[in-house]
């Protein structure tokens, strides 16, 4: 039986499968955005506030019960102000990325506050918004690194992991509401509580504020944001505009050459000259010098002393002065004088900005410069040219040259000398100095020292080759102190009222050639007789004109350090 095969119908309709529609599920529910608050609010306000709670613990007024009774407060002030900011900004697109910023500022201000005892402030802020590659770099080590990723890293992980509920507009907003408000109550009703405690430690140790971390960083950033609402920055007065020389310049046969070194980061208790037990100045001990003992700067960081002793106004009006003028640089300029600024530094902070300057981060002289960094001595080679160049009138009335240091700026001081000037071994070569011995990290330093020393003999003997043409004489005075590990603070920038001595005390060295004394009267003997009487930056704008014998309205004789000695 024939066998028959089915008949095949391809284009026939063919039955289709069943669909399965499979109903999606309602998304991750994820967490509340105010819990997110809370739960980073905590974080910020416990760990990433080490330094705080090891400040308070060290505080000789605390102990047991009050030293727990005030911790607690504060972190609750601090978890519930941090709460009631990130409150305002708890929306969709904004959250994480605000509470992150949070993170890592606080994870930075830790490790520097626990690094190096600092504090944070406007003054810092400013010094921070200033700071340099070269000084960035300094600062980089791998302690940093791993107080970054533990205390920002981690949270900032599992934030950007973490699902957020999203709730629709109104509800965000009366959340938000609800949030900063309760945020708001609870902390003044924390603040009442404890009002007698908190008040008594902040009257007590007012570094404790500038140690709430990230809050600080946060206040100090809007002060120096408020700042062109409290004067006119963009507006610069003129000062001095009457200046004029004074008889000395009359017939004269040798102009004056006055150079002005401009230190960086001086203790004046590690120089020899001025007491100090290791020989840190030997070549200045060779010299004629004067070394007052008593000086004292305007501020405890680049950024607050250079525009402050270059101003007129002096530390007590400084901040509070009602508007911008020009500086030291610009009278004497007024005058007729040649003026130079050369910066081995970060910068002149406005001081030369309107006078012939020039700056060492472009220059590669073998075995003076590494990379974009050079010793001081750099400032030295070529200086007759850059003399030279300056308008043949003006030099012949005289000239003020200014060599801004990069000095003894930590916190790699080994980096500021060279081998030939490493006396005191061993040194620390590390950048994370409480990692250094105390031996190491003083002799780091004090080699420092011995350089400027160097470089200050140096300047001398290069002056005293233009005596056959000129009158010279040389002015060194530091910027600012420094800390060094006393009572665990490092490097400088503490507000002034806190700041220990070390970091206002000053160098303050004078050198007068016979020609100098000669035409000015006055004398280094007369000068000798003085080393311990009190002075400050407050001095140096006055000073420097009563050398210079410019005669002019903003001059005042009583702020004239040298004006005892020798007025004829």
């Given at each position: 039986m024939p066998l028959h095969s089915p008949i095949s119908t391809p284009h026939a309709a063919q039955p289709a499968p069943p669909v399965s529609r499979v109903k999606a599920?309602?998304?991750?529910?994820?967490?509340?955005?105010?819990?997110?608050?809370?739960?980073?609010s905590f974080w910020i306000a416990t760990f990433c506030n080490v330094a705080l709670w090891r400040a308070l613990a060290r505080l000789p007024d605390l102990s047991g019960t009050q030293a727990v009774t005030v911790s607690v407060a504060l972190a609750l002030v601090i978890g519930l102000a941090t709460a009631g900011l990130l409150s305002l900004l708890a929306w969709r697109?904004?959250?994480?990325?605000?509470?992150?910023?949070?993170?890592?500022?606080?994870?930075?201000?830790?490790?520097?506050?626990?690094?190096?005892?600092?504090?944070?402030?406007?003054?810092?802020?400013i010094n921070t918004l200033q700071t340099d590659v070269r000084e960035t770099r300094d600062l980089l080590n791998w302690r940093m690194l791993a107080t970054v990723l533990v205390l920002a890293g981690l949270p900032c992980v599992l934030l950007w992991r973490q699902h957020i509920r999203l709730q629709n507009p109104t509800r965000q907003v009366l959340s938000n509401l609800a949030a900063l408000l309760a945020s708001c109550a609870l902390?003044?009703?924390?603040?009442?509580?404890?009002?007698?405690?908190l008040a008594s430690v902040m009257r007590n140790y007012p570094q404790v504020r500038y140690l709430i971390n990230p809050l600080n960083s946060f206040y100090a950033l809007g002060s120096v944001a408020m700042q062109p609402f409290q004067r006119d920055e963009k507006t610069l007065l003129p000062l001095g505009t009457d200046a004029k020389l004074g008889a000395s310049y009359t017939a004269q046969t040798k102009p004056p050459l006055l150079l002005l070194v401009l230190g960086e980061t001086g203790?004046?208790?590690?120089?020899?000259?001025?007491?100090?037990?290791?020989?840190?100045?030997?070549?200045?001990a060779q010299e004629n010098v004067v070394s007052q003992r008593n000086a004292w700067s305007c501020g405890t960081s680049t950024a607050a002393s250079v525009?402050?002793?270059?101003?007129?106004f002096g530390r007590a009006n400084y901040e509070s002065r009602p508007a911008n003028y020009e500086g030291l640089m610009d009278v004497l300029q007024h005058a007729g004088l040649a003026v130079l600024w050369l910066d081995n530094q970060s910068g002149c902070k406005g001081a030369c900005d309107r006078i012939p300057n020039a700056d060492t981060i472009q220059l590669k002289v073998p075995g003076v410069c590494d990379g974009d960094e050079c010793f001081d001595e750099i400032m030295l080679q070529g200086l007759d040219a850059r003399i030279a160049a300056?308008?043949?009138?003006?030099?012949?009335?005289?000239?003020?040259?200014?060599?801004?240091?990069?000095?003894?700026?930590?916190?790699?001081?080994?980096?500021?000398?060279?081998?030939?000037?490493?006396?005191?071994?061993?040194?620390?070569?590390?950048?994370?100095?409480?990692?250094?011995?105390?031996?190491?990290?003083?002799?780091?330093?004090?080699?420092?020292?011995v350089y400027t020393d160097h470089l200050l003999a140096s300047s001398i003997q290069w002056l005293k080759a233009q005596a056959p043409?000129?009158?010279?004489?040389?002015?060194?005075?530091a910027d600012h102190g420094e800390s060094l590990g006393e009572n665990n603070l490092y490097l400088h920038g503490m507000p002034y009222s806190v700041a220990p001595d070390v970091q206002k005390h000053v160098p303050w060295i004078t050198w007068l050639s016979p020609e100098f004394e000669q035409r000015s009267k006055i004398t280094t003997a007369c000068l000798k007789q003085q080393l311990d009487a009190?002075?400050?930056?407050?001095?140096?704008?006055?000073?420097?004109?009563?050398?210079?014998?410019?005669?002019?309205?903003?001059?005042?004789?009583?702020?004239?350090?040298?004006?005892?000695?020798?007025?004829?």
């Amino acid at each position: 039986m024939p066998l028959h095969s089915p008949i095949s119908t391809p284009h026939a309709a063919q039955p289709a499968p069943p669909v399965s529609r499979v109903k999606a599920g309602p998304p991750p529910a994820g967490m509340r955005p105010l819990w997110v608050v809370v739960l980073a609010s905590f974080w910020i306000a416990t760990f990433c506030n080490v330094a705080l709670w090891r400040a308070l613990a060290r505080l000789p007024d605390l102990s047991g019960t009050q030293a727990v009774t005030v911790s607690v407060a504060l972190a609750l002030v601090i978890g519930l102000a941090t709460a009631g900011l990130l409150s305002l900004l708890a929306w969709r697109w904004t959250l994480k990325p605000v509470i992150m910023l949070f993170c890592v500022s606080a994870a930075f201000g830790a490790y520097f506050m626990m690094a190096y005892g600092v504090v944070i402030d406007k003054t810092m802020m400013i010094n921070t918004l200033q700071t340099d590659v070269r000084e960035t770099r300094d600062l980089l080590n791998w302690r940093m690194l791993a107080t970054v990723l533990v205390l920002a890293g981690l949270p900032c992980v599992l934030l950007w992991r973490q699902h957020i509920r999203l709730q629709n507009p109104t509800r965000q907003v009366l959340s938000n509401l609800a949030a900063l408000l309760a945020s708001c109550a609870l902390l003044v009703l924390v603040v009442v509580l404890f009002f007698q405690s908190l008040a008594s430690v902040m009257r007590n140790y007012p570094q404790v504020r500038y140690l709430i971390n990230p809050l600080n960083s946060f206040y100090a950033l809007g002060s120096v944001a408020m700042q062109p609402f409290q004067r006119d920055e963009k507006t610069l007065l003129p000062l001095g505009t009457d200046a004029k020389l004074g008889a000395s310049y009359t017939a004269q046969t040798k102009p004056p050459l006055l150079l002005l070194v401009l230190g960086e980061t001086g203790r004046s208790g590690n120089f020899a000259l001025n007491g100090y037990s290791r020989p840190t100045t030997p070549e200045l001990a060779q010299e004629n010098v004067v070394s007052q003992r008593n000086a004292w700067s305007c501020g405890t960081s680049t950024a607050a002393s250079v525009p402050c002793m270059f101003s007129h106004f002096g530390r007590a009006n400084y901040e509070s002065r009602p508007a911008n003028y020009e500086g030291l640089m610009d009278v004497l300029q007024h005058a007729g004088l040649a003026v130079l600024w050369l910066d081995n530094q970060s910068g002149c902070k406005g001081a030369c900005d309107r006078i012939p300057n020039a700056d060492t981060i472009q220059l590669k002289v073998p075995g003076v410069c590494d990379g974009d960094e050079c010793f001081d001595e750099i400032m030295l080679q070529g200086l007759d040219a850059r003399i030279a160049a300056l308008s043949p009138e003006r030099r012949a009335k005289g000239v003020v040259v200014v060599m801004h240091q990069m000095g003894s700026h930590g916190p790699a001081y080994f980096k500021r000398s060279p081998a030939a000037y490493k006396k005191f071994l061993p040194e620390c070569t590390n950048n994370s100095l409480q990692s250094c011995t105390s031996e190491g990290l003083v002799n780091a330093y004090d080699n420092s020292i011995v350089y400027t020393d160097h470089l200050l003999a140096s300047s001398i003997q290069w002056l005293k080759a233009q005596a056959p043409h000129n009158a010279p004489a040389l002015l060194y005075v530091a910027d600012h102190g420094e800390s060094l590990g006393e009572n665990n603070l490092y490097l400088h920038g503490m507000p002034y009222s806190v700041a220990p001595d070390v970091q206002k005390h000053v160098p303050w060295i004078t050198w007068l050639s016979p020609e100098f004394e000669q035409r000015s009267k006055i004398t280094t003997a007369c000068l000798k007789q003085q080393l311990d009487a009190p002075i400050s930056h407050d001095n140096y704008f006055h000073s420097i004109l009563g050398l210079m014998n410019v005669q002019t309205s903003v001059y005042t004789p009583a702020l004239d350090m040298y004006a005892q000695c020798g007025k004829s």
